[in-house]
């Protein structure tokens, strides 16, 4: 898990976080910003997800775009065996961006 990181959009390449196996067929997540600057400055996080023999990722669910610090929450369900996040960062400066925690998924029963 990222527990805080520091993005900026740079080249706009997206951030992923380190896999993790899931903990149960749905998850709540939260997503903590502390800090964006720049102009316009925008983080779009999804929720991405695979079985072990998959060779891609594909996305479970996105949250809201977005654009200010606070505390944004996601339930996503029907999840593979392995996740991650996938974090891009947007705004009209290479050096916008925004300090951000991936708080750990709260898992509810199988």
Not at 57 to 80: C, W
């Amino acid at each position: 898990m990222i527990i805080g990181i520091t993005l900026l959009k740079g080249a706009g390449e997206p951030y992923y976080s380190p896999a993790f196996p899931r903990g149960g067929l749905t998850g709540y997540f939260r997503v903590e910003v502390q800090q964006v600057w720049g102009t316009n400055p925008t983080l779009d996080v999804a929720i991405e997800h695979k079985n072990e023999e998959d060779v891609s990722y594909a996305v479970a669910g996105s949250f809201t775009q977005i654009t200010a610090s606070g505390t944004f929450p996601k339930t996503q369900g029907t999840l593979r065996e392995i996740v991650r996040f996938k974090i891009t960062v947007g705004g009209t400066e290479v050096y916008a961006g925004g300090h951000v925690l991936l708080l750990t998924p709260q898992w509810l029963p199988y």
